[in-house]
C-alpha cells in the first residue's frame, strides 16, 4: 500500500496549483485523508483533511484560498490551491487512514515540492 503525490511545482504569487495523491495497493476502506506541509527549518502542519463522511478543516492561513477534496472511487485527495502566497512555499504530504489487510494504519505520501515564487 502506498500514497504517490503528484503536481508540485513553481507558481506564482497569486497563481493557482493542485496536488493530487493516489493511494494503490489493496486497500478496503479509506478513512481520513489528509495535506500537510513542511517548510525549511518549520515543524510539518496539517493543511486541510476531510472525513469519509465529507467534513473538512483547514489551517487558518488557507481557509478561502485552498480546498480540499476526494474521490473515493479513484482512491485520490486533491487540494486545489489557489492566490497563493510565497509563505505556502513547503514540500507537501499527503496522509490517510487506511484499513488494509487485517486493520487501520496510517500512511503518507513521499512528498511533492511547492515552490511560491515570482
Known amino acids: 500500500v502506498q500514497l504517490q503525490a503528484f503536481g508540485g511545482g513553481l507558481v506564482q504569487p497569486g497563481g493557482s496549483l493542485r496536488v493530487s495523491c493516489v493511494v494503490s495497493?489493496?486497500?478496503?476502506?479509506?478513512?481520513?485523508m489528509g495535506w500537510y506541509r513542511q517548510a525549511p527549518g518549520k515543524q510539518r502542519e496539517l493543511v486541510a483533511s476531510?472525513?469519509?463522511?465529507?467534513?473538512?478543516r483547514y489551517l487558518d492561513s488557507v481557509k478561502g484560498r485552498f480546498t480540499i477534496s476526494r474521490d473515493n472511487s479513484e482512491k485520490t485527495v486533491y487540494l486545489q490551491m489557489n492566490r497563493v502566497k510565497p509563505e505556502d512555499t513547503a514540500v507537501y504530504y499527503c496522509?490517510?487512514?487506511?484499513?488494509?489487510?487485517?486493520?487501520?494504519?496510517?500512511?503518507w505520501g513521499q512528498g511533492t515540492q511547492v515552490t511560491v515564487s515570482s
Open positions: 496522509n490517510a487512514d487506511l484499513f488494509a489487510r487485517t486493520r487501520w494504519a496510517n500512511y
Open positions: 495497493g489493496s486497500v478496503f476502506r479509506i478513512g481520513a
Open positions: 476531510t472525513t469519509s463522511e465529507g467534513g473538512s
